[in-house]
């Protein structure tokens, strides 16, 4: 049967429906559409600032763009050459802030090498890079400064890469995230500090009183049935689907263009390397980094013109990311050593020509978004609807700022100024003194240090929580078939306590399955479905359908990255998956 908790930051099946049924007729200060980080990042400045929040996503928290980020926090070293500065310093702000005080256990800042093939290019490229570190000399210093190497000194830092041609680099830092447990983070924040957070619930319409928006019809997509919420302010934070939820409030002022960025995961001994890389493209970047014990490797930028829920890679997205890697690498990747592929949608805003990508670099004509600013926009209107739409990863919390201002201007009120700088997420207050206590926590739990110290850079102070799961159940110590570095506790805690209702919810978003093993999960997959049974109460034919839903998307996925085309791998994946997936 279904475990009720009593704790104000977890997220469980059981608060999910006591919430829905509250909600209905209730007048909230600010209902927050969108669940990926910036709907989240709202959620938690509003509340924060005393507003009475709901917050409501049609899928899982993070479940679209910001699952499928290039994880990392970053001020975008393109960008200065947009001359788009501002962007640049607030966002290496924003990423020293987290390392610093708000996020210190979900991030870990990592070495980038940018190498030269043309002396030229030291002082030019130096000069940006300088720049970059200049940008945050008021802020905090967490983050290392850059230097300038050698040709002999870049290839001792990537053994890995092809000498001919090297002139030398610089290498500066920047800091990487697991942006699904970083959004579902700020949710559980704002869920312990009061705000209402339910998932897998559909805005279907507006409630208006003339032309004003007073609230949101919503449709639940478990259980089905409709509720009607009233709300003195909405706050359209939908990312891709921004100008669609827009439109229920009336004509839409914006429109969205969406922008794929996709992204191929190898294992870390395929590329011999201490450090990651970045180095321009004919339009753009193309970066490798680390993640844990693999390597990503992207992205693309290219207009997506189909349904905005799947993204989907094709054959001519794997091919470009290779031949890019494979300039750089001395040992060229193939297929064989792609273990995930992920692609996901940038919310840009039209109105900026597209370009053609291709030729300087060798690789095929093909349109591209890199030229599209990513700077956000706060839209008020109509009245009594806040849309925040554009932006990136890093700056969320300034968007979520921004657009908590416009909705305190639309409630007619003064509300506090936004705190959420000086507020740690859940997680990050004791964390360093959690972390002194691995080796005792790992031997009174019958664990290795090693399997404690990967709990603690995914859960931080909370720690003690997951590993209390294993004294009523010692068999949640078991590493997960086929993905080791995963224990089978985690997987009841993200049922338990992180709101994970579904198979993939948990081996996609609240652990990293999906991508990080060659079957993408399919062996976990039925052990993950027990556990979750164990806590959720489904019986064995709910069991049964959530593993085949699982490995349904995974051969969907799969099937779509052989297609030559977007089309073709939309096509493909719509013949595997239809609409059964969850």
Same mark, same amino acid.
């Given at each position: 049967?279904?475990?009720?908790?009593?704790?104000?930051?977890?997220?469980?099946?059981?608060? /999910? %429906?006591?919430?829905?049924?509250?909600?209905?007729?209730?007048?909230?200060?600010?209902?927050?559409?969108?669940? =990926?980080?910036?709907?989240?990042?709202?959620?938690?400045?509003?509340?924060? %600032?005393?507003?009475?929040?709901?917050?409501?996503?049609?899928?899982?928290?993070?479940?679209?763009?910001?699952?499928?980020?290039?994880?990392?926090?970053?001020?975008?070293?393109?960008?200065?050459?947009?001359?788009?500065?501002?962007?640049?310093?607030?966002?290496?702000?924003?990423?020293? #802030?987290?390392? @610093?005080?708000?996020?210190?256990?979900?991030?870990?800042?990592?070495?980038?090498?940018?190498?030269?093939?043309?002396?030229?290019?030291?002082?030019?490229?130096?000069? $940006?890079?300088?720049? &970059?570190?200049?940008?945050?000399?008021?802020?905090?210093?967490?983050?290392?400064?850059?230097?300038?190497?050698?040709?002999?000194?870049?290839?001792?830092?990537?053994?890995?890469?092809?000498?001919?041609?090297?002139?030398?680099?610089?290498?500066?830092?920047?800091?990487?995230?697991?942006?699904?447990?970083?959004?579902?983070?700020?949710?559980?924040?704002?869920?312990?500090?009061?705000?209402?957070?339910?998932?897998?619930?559909?805005?279907?319409?507006?409630?208006?009183?003339?032309? /004003?928006?007073? $609230?949101?019809?919503?449709?639940?997509?478990?259980? $089905?049935?409709?509720?009607?919420?009233?709300?003195?302010?909405?706050?359209?934070?939908?990312?891709?689907?921004?100008?669609?939820?827009?439109?229920?409030?009336?004509?839409?002022?914006?429109?969205?263009?969406?922008?794929?960025?996709?992204?191929?995961?190898?294992?870390?001994?395929?590329?011999?390397? /201490?450090?990651?890389?970045?180095?321009?493209?004919?339009?753009?970047?193309?970066?490798?980094?680390?993640?844990?014990?693999?390597?990503?490797?992207?992205?693309?930028?290219?207009?997506?013109?189909?349904?905005?829920?799947?993204?989907?890679?094709?054959?001519?997205?794997?091919? &470009?990311?290779? =031949?890019?890697?494979?300039?750089?690498?001395?040992?060229?990747?193939?297929?064989?050593?792609?273990?995930?592929?992920?692609?996901?949608?940038?919310?840009? #805003?039209?109105?900026?020509?597209?370009?053609?990508?291709?030729?300087?670099?060798?690789?095929?004509?093909?349109?591209?978004?890199?030229?599209?600013? %990513?700077?956000?926009?706060?839209?008020?209107?109509?009245?009594?609807?806040?849309?925040?739409?554009?932006?990136?990863?890093?700056?969320?919390?300034?968007?979520?700022?921004?657009?908590?201002?416009?909705?305190?201007?639309?409630? $007619?009120?003064?509300?506090?100024?936004?705190?959420?700088?000086?507020?740690?997420?859940?997680?990050?207050?004791?964390?360093? !003194?959690?972390?002194?206590?691995?080796?005792?926590?790992?031997?009174?739990?019958?664990?290795?240090?090693?399997?404690?110290?990967?709990?603690?850079?995914?859960?931080?102070?909370?720690?003690?929580?997951?590993?209390?799961?294993?004294?009523?159940?010692? @068999?949640?110590?078991?590493?997960?078939?086929?993905?080791?570095?995963? #224990?089978?506790?985690?997987?009841?805690? !993200? !049922?338990?306590? @992180?709101?994970? #209702?579904?198979?993939?919810?948990?081996?996609?978003?609240?652990?990293?399955?999906?991508?990080?093993?060659?079957?993408?999960?399919?062996?976990?997959?039925?052990?993950?479905?027990?556990?979750?049974?164990?806590?959720?109460?489904?019986?064995?034919?709910?069991?049964?359908?959530?593993?085949?839903?699982?490995?349904? !998307?995974?051969?969907?996925?799969?099937?779509?990255?052989?297609?030559?085309?977007?089309?073709?791998?939309?096509?493909?994946?719509?013949?595997?998956?239809?609409?059964?997936?969850?």
């Amino acid at each position: 049967m279904s475990v009720h908790v009593n704790d104000r930051t977890a997220l469980s099946a059981d608060r /999910r %429906r006591g919430d829905l049924a509250g909600a209905a007729g209730r007048d909230f200060d600010v209902v927050v559409v969108g669940g =990926g980080v910036t709907g989240a990042g709202v959620a938690l400045d509003a509340t924060a %600032r005393g507003l009475s929040v709901l917050l409501v996503e049609a899928d899982d928290l993070a479940s679209g763009t910001s699952s499928r980020s290039g994880k990392v926090f970053h001020g975008g070293l393109r960008y200065l050459e947009q001359l788009n500065f501002a962007l640049v310093r607030e966002a290496l702000l924003e990423r020293d #802030l987290m390392v @610093e005080r708000l996020c210190p256990h979900l991030v870990e800042s990592e070495p980038f090498l940018f190498p030269f093939t043309k002396r030229r290019q030291r002082p030019y490229i130096g000069a $940006g890079v300088a720049m &970059y570190d200049l940008f945050r000399l008021t802020g905090p210093r967490s983050v290392p400064g850059h230097r300038h190497l050698t040709r002999r000194a870049a290839l001792a830092e990537m053994p890995g890469l092809r000498p001919d041609g090297i002139t030398g680099a610089v290498q500066y830092h920047d800091v990487r995230v697991d942006d699904a447990r970083h959004t579902m983070t700020l949710a559980r924040t704002a869920a312990g500090l009061g705000a209402t957070v339910l998932t897998r619930t559909r805005v279907v319409g507006m409630l208006r009183d003339g032309q /004003r928006v007073t $609230g949101v019809r919503l449709h639940d997509l478990e259980d $089905g049935g409709h509720v009607d919420v009233l709300a003195g302010v909405v706050v359209n934070a939908a990312g891709v689907w921004a100008d669609e939820v827009q439109s229920l409030g009336g004509s839409p002022s914006i429109a969205v263009r969406p922008a794929k960025g996709v992204h191929l995961v190898v294992p870390a001994d395929r590329i011999e390397s /201490r450090t990651g890389l970045i180095a321009r493209t004919s339009d753009s970047v193309f970066i490798i980094r680390k993640w844990f014990d693999h390597w990503l490797m992207g992205t693309t930028d290219t207009p997506w013109g189909h349904d905005r829920g799947h993204p989907v890679a094709s054959r001519e997205d794997v091919d &470009y990311l290779l =031949g890019q890697a494979n300039r750089w690498l001395k040992h060229p990747l193939g297929d064989a050593d792609v273990v995930g592929v992920y692609a996901g949608l940038r919310p840009l #805003l039209a109105g900026v020509p597209v370009r053609t990508r291709g030729g300087s670099d060798g690789s095929a004509d093909r349109a591209t978004t890199a030229a599209l600013r %990513r700077d956000h926009t706060v839209v008020e209107q109509p009245a009594g609807l806040v849309t925040v739409v554009g932006g990136k990863y890093t700056t969320y919390r300034l968007m979520a700022r921004d657009a908590v201002d416009a909705a305190g201007r639309s409630l $007619g009120r003064t509300i506090p100024a936004s705190s959420t700088d000086r507020l740690p997420l859940l997680g990050a207050t004791g964390y360093v !003194a959690v972390r002194h206590q691995r080796d005792r926590l790992a031997r009174e739990a019958g664990l290795e240090p090693e399997q404690v110290e990967h709990l603690l850079g995914r859960y931080g102070a909370l720690t003690p929580e997951v590993l209390d799961l294993l004294t009523d159940r010692p @068999e949640l110590a078991r590493p997960l078939p086929g993905a080791s570095q995963y #224990l089978a506790a985690e997987i009841a805690y !993200a !049922a338990r306590s @992180e709101g994970a #209702l579904h198979l993939m919810d948990a081996l996609a978003r609240r652990t990293r399955v999906f991508m990080e093993t060659p079957d993408r999960g399919v062996a976990a997959a039925p052990e993950a479905a027990r556990v979750m049974a164990s806590v959720l109460g489904w019986d064995e034919d709910r069991r049964a359908a959530e593993v085949a839903a699982y490995t349904m !998307a995974v051969e969907a996925e799969r099937h779509a990255a052989t297609m030559p085309t977007d089309a073709q791998a939309v096509e493909a994946w719509q013949t595997v998956a239809g609409a059964a997936v969850p």
